[in-house]
């Protein structure tokens, strides 16, 4: 007599994945990035229209739930009409330099000795330099504005996303299947898009994800010192300059944008910890089925690895090595923002 027959769990749809793995931080990104989209739409007022007879109004003014400025505009519309200048100061400058840091990063993990010291040393120099320092600098020889902004951000963001995806091409340069597609005649550029690239991007993307809420602030610094973007326009770093007289009188009116700078800046952040601890907690996730482990890197092939199994007080544990596919040694996942690693 044959016993019941097992039961197959159905296999979960990949967005209820991501789902899990952002944890809430995810929706509430989602929601930021569709305010800010339909923010024309969700705006009761004109943000650039005001009125002098309504200054300065404290929250909760009728028809003013956020009150107003010093010049009457009313700052719920200004408020969602700047989300979108300040998301994409944020977002941009993060995908460009995932793109040129990635680029780079790969090239001098695969490249010799020469192209390898050229590129890391420039990195170098751009690294010592503060982050914020850098950008003020940059913003400051070029003419204020959104690309400024973009362009002095993207700069000091790629050298810190080039040491993450050097680092990871670094590690897997010598693996046994990198050299057998270097003997079936695989040329720089397909080891580079088709061996290299499925592996160091994860570990870059989620690295990233971090930078947003950083390259938010950031973008709301410059903006605040008069040298990104400039006022009468609605973006919240702008509006925090504008409000700076109005801090002691209006304190409630003048923190909201600061406020919002900060609740953006941690909707991020918790995004990039949440992605990161999941990738950086799951081996198989980054390395592809049959892709081999570093032929240097030790590996029980006979021992599944089980959580609950005991596990011996005299056997070191190679939970660094063997389980970190996401991230590149030392310098993944603990690896710090542009601003902490200066």
């Keep these: 007599m044959t016993g019941p ?52 109004l404290d929250p909760g003014a009728p028809g003013h739930p956020l009150g107003t400025d010093g010049q009457g505009r009313d700052m719920l519309s200004r408020l969602l009409l700047g989300a979108r200048p300040s998301l994409a100061c944020g977002i941009v400058p993060v995908a460009v330099a995932t793109l040129a840091g990635t680029a ?68 897997i340069r010598s693996t046994e299947y990198l050299e057998a597609a270097r003997v079936s005649g695989a040329g720089p550029a397909v080891l580079a898009l088709r061996q290299v690239l499925p592996v160091v991007a994860p570990v870059v993307l989620v690295y990233s994800s971090s930078l947003v809420g950083l390259a938010v602030v950031y973008a709301a610094g410059l903006s605040l010192l008069g040298i990104g973007v400039a006022p009468p326009a609605a973006e919240w770093g702008a509006m925090l300059d504008e409000l700076r007289p109005s801090l002691l009188t209006h304190p409630w009116i003048a923190v909201q944008p600061a406020l919002t700078v900060l609740a953006a800046s941690v909707v991020f952040n918790t995004l990039g910890e949440a992605l990161r601890h999941r990738i950086g907690g799951e081996p198989h996730d980054a390395h592809g089925a049959g892709e081999p482990h570093d032929a240097g890197e030790p590996h029980d092939a006979g021992e599944p690895h089980d959580a609950g199994e005991p596990h011996d007080a005299g056997e070191p544990r190679h939970t660094g090595e063997r389980h970190d596919t996401g991230g590149a040694s030392a310098d993944r996942g603990r690896h710090p923002a542009p601003e902490a690693a200066r």
């Design 104 to 171: 780079l990063g790969v090239t001098a993990g695969l490249g010799g000795r020469v192209t390898e010291q050229v590129l890391l040393r420039a990195l170098d120099v751009l690294y010592a330099f503060p982050g914020i320092l850098l950008a003020i600098a940059i913003a400051t020889l070029l003419e204020g504005g959104a690309g400024t902004t973009v362009l002095a951000l993207s700069v000091v963001l790629t050298p810190a996303v080039a040491r993450v995806a050097f680092t990871e091409a670094r590690r």
């Design 5 to 56: 027959r097992p039961v197959r769990a159905r296999p979960r749809p990949p967005w209820r994945a991501l789902l899990r793995t952002g944890g809430r931080a995810l929706p509430a990104v989602l929601v930021l990035l569709l305010v800010a989209a339909a923010a024309p739409l969700l705006a009761p007022y004109d943000p650039a229209a005001g009125s002098l007879h309504e200054r300065l």
